[in-house]
């Protein structure tokens, strides 16, 4: 059962990406005062699947200096590992129940890392060579504030199991004592994810769309996919850590798409931030301010026990 109910979970996740890049271009469109995809099928429900159908049988080219096998392989090793994630999925039932939950995602997001830094070094391109060394500086400083924001919410349920999270938030939200908290946690979670303002990772205007510009076809598609599948894990980390958890109810669903239209808010409002400025933001800002937060709350709990 335990393998039935995983199948199904990434069925609907694949479904929901699809229909995420459709929100997304609906929404920028009526940001820029148009349209959006309004074409193919009823109101351009069906505009996903045909642009996923003519990614995956479009010519399939690669670089004939690159390192073949790591090119080749770097899009399915960062597919399998948003594929992984989402066994954390906070199932009560018919499921592996994860008591090491949050450790099991530091892990995997660290070594998120490896598959853009490879699909950029493989490449043999000074763009996909930059935007991937850029990644990876990003990703791992922003995975610092990241875990040791988690780790002040972890001193209120003492456990690393995400379903505790929803026992602990039956009567109140986290969020309702820690919103400055959830504000650096949602920008490391943009900055984790690459998605503007710290898309420096691809940005078109300087790197010719960064990491993955020399990918086509079916490679290009595993990283869309994988890229968008984290940003709805992101966005369900967020409101099962800070809007309660209860799987149970329609309204976590709701809380889900929120967050990622306001992913979607972000990139259709904000300009690009400077790289120096990205930098200082999370050294200089998150992560004092997670520390101070840490030995806050380490008192409180020690004070109250």
């Given amino acids: 059962m335990f393998l039935v109910s995983y199948i199904l979970l990434l069925i609907c996740v694949l479904v929901s990406v699809a229909f995420v890049t459709l929100l997304e271009r609906k929404v920028l469109g ?118 040791l924001l988690m780790v002040c919410l972890l001193l209120m349920v003492f456990s690393f199991n995400f379903i505790d999270f929803m026992i602990y938030q039956s009567y109140i939200w986290f969020i309702s004592f820690s919103f400055p908290l959830f504000i650096c946690f949602f920008s490391s979670c943009l900055a984790e994810t690459n998605r503007s303002p710290f898309d420096f990772a691809e940005g078109e205007s300087e790197l010719v769309s960064g990491f993955n510009v020399e990918y086509s076809s079916g490679g290009f598609a595993f990283i869309f996919l994988s890229e968008y599948m984290n940003i709805i894990f992101m966005s369900m980390l967020c409101a099962i850590i800070f809007l309660g958890c209860n799987v149970y109810s329609i309204t976590f669903f709701i809380k889900i798409v929120f967050f990622v239209f306001g992913y979607i808010w972000v990139r259709g409002t904000l300009p690009r931030y400077r790289y120096d400025k990205l930098m200082y933001l999370t050294w200089k800002g998150f992560l004092p301010l997670s520390l101070f937060y840490l030995m806050f709350y380490s008192g409180v709990l020690g004070v109250i026990s």
């Fill in 30 to 147: 009526y940001i820029q005062i148009r349209k959006g995809p309004n074409k193919v099928g009823l109101m351009g429900l069906l505009q996903p699947f045909s642009d996923g159908i003519k990614l995956f049988f479009s010519e399939q080219t690669f670089p004939y200096f690159s390192n073949f096998i790591i090119y080749f392989l770097s899009p399915v090793f960062m597919l399998f590992l948003s594929f992984t994630l989402w066994v954390l999925f906070p199932f009560l039932i018919n499921v592996y129940n994860f008591n090491f939950g949050v450790l099991f995602f530091l892990c995997c997001t660290g070594m998120g890392v490896y598959g853009v830094l490879l699909s950029g070094w493989s490449s043999n391109s000074n763009y996909a060579l930059l935007g991937g060394l850029r990644s990876v500086a990003q990703t791992i400083s922003y995975e610092v504030s990241m875990a």
